[in-house]
């Protein structure tokens, strides 16, 4: 969900990345069908603003979102997703998961596909436990990391 106390970072026709300001970066999609140059953009920003946030934290916005196709989970998987966890330190995701039974469907052979790669990710049907569950990843880090 949009606030005006979240920075935004980039948007455009696939969707809106922003910094929240309860600490993690903000991947919201839009409804309808994604260029794929125009989907690259976005998904290029949110790994610039993970590595300069530092945090590795994402929420990922899908409520509005329409399946991916084959070669868009392609991408995502063998290439995006590898990139964010090396370039942009991305560690833990949080879905909000698609209304569209198909968008679900694309996102769960996503997430099979990528069960080897170095991140935790949870799935959410509402914005306020995915964003609780974020909040505990930041604190847990903060105990891990400053004790």
Same mark, same amino acid.
């Given at each position: ?17 922003? #910094? ?23 998904? @290029?920003?949110?790994?610039?603003? @993970? ?65 080897? @790669? ?10 306020? #436990? ?12 903060? @105990?891990?990391?400053?004790?």
């Amino acid at each position: 969900m949009f606030s005006p106390s979240n920075r935004l970072y980039f948007e455009n026709a696939a969707g809106r990345v922003e #910094e929240d300001r309860a600490g993690f970066v903000r991947l919201t999609y839009t409804l309808g069908r994604r260029e794929a140059s125009i989907w690259h953009g976005l998904l @290029l920003h949110t790994k610039h603003l @993970l590595a300069r946030q530092g945090q590795g934290l994402l929420l990922v916005d899908q409520r509005a979102m329409q399946a991916y196709s084959l070669e868009e989970q392609r991408w995502l998987v063998e290439e995006w997703l590898p990139q964010a966890i090396v370039e942009g330190g991305y560690r833990y995701g949080a879905i909000v998961q698609a209304r569209d039974a198909f968008a679900r469907l694309a996102m769960d052979t996503v997430r099979l596909q990528a069960q080897n @790669l170095q991140l935790t990710y949870r799935y959410f049907t509402n914005e306020e #436990e995915a964003v609780a569950w974020l909040r505990a990843q930041i604190k847990e880090f903060s @105990l891990r990391y400053n004790s």
